[in-house]
Each structure stands twice: as structure tokens, then as C-alpha cells.
């Protein structure tokens, strides 16, 4: 009746070591080519990175009963995880070379619930506005059917690498 799942990532220094490098479009490029290594929360929660452009960045993930809560549906921390994670690299991929960002706040509305039955869920990320010093961005989590499962908004602070 048990049920388990190995996980192996690389070194996240490599993909940590190259934001700031470069600009934040062509890192998140480099890593959607795979030349660039998953960050371990991915790698743990299956989550990965579909799309990728100035301003825009898509995740997918295709719940699993590992992402489950007691109640029998997928737990709200992975929904806010790739909340966040869409978020966070939507404002990535408009930073210059030699600047980087934290989240300062994510602001979440859970509207639908999400089981294996949902099949792939997709986080779509997009900057509303990028300043000298934040930058807000909203996610919405979409079911195949491009059903609204839930929203965020975030803001993040930017900082000289």
C-alpha cells in the first residue's frame, strides 16, 4: 500500500551563480534550453518551466497524490509555490545584466480546487510594472481548459547583484 519517490537535483549554486550575469531574459533562456539547471524546488515538486519570454514565464505541473493535503486535494503551498515561482521569474526575465530580485509579498486566491483528476496545471506569470527598486507582477494558475484555478499578485524588491 506504500507509495514512494526518489528525488535528484544538481548544485544549486550554477543557476544561483548565473542570475546577475547576464540579463534576467537570457538566464531564464539558458534554463528553459536546459543548459542551465532545475532549481531543487522544481526538481521536487515536478514543476517545470514551459515558456519563457521578456516579461512572461509559463510552469506546469501535473498534480500528483504527493502534492496532496489531508482533505484529498492538491495543498495550497504548492499552488503558491508556483505562484511565487511564476511571479518571481516574470520579473526576472526583465532585469538587466547585474541585478537580481526577492518577493516581498504574495498575495493568493484560491478559487478552485486541484486534484489528480485536473491533469496539468499551468502558472502564467507577467509583469504589470518594473521600476528602479520593485516590480509587481500577477500569476494565474489555469487548468487545461484554461479555468481560472487561482490568482496572485506579488511584489518584489530589485537589487544590485
Known sequence: MGRSRTVSWEDPSILNAAVGRGSGLGVMREWLAGRLPDPPISVTLGMTLEEVDEGRVVFALVPGEEHYNPIGSVHGGVYATMLDSAAGCAVLSVLP???RYTSLDLNVKFLRPVTVDTGKVRAVGTVLKSGRRTALAQVELVDAADRLLAHATSSCMLFPA
Open 97 to 99: 545584466e547585474g541585478m
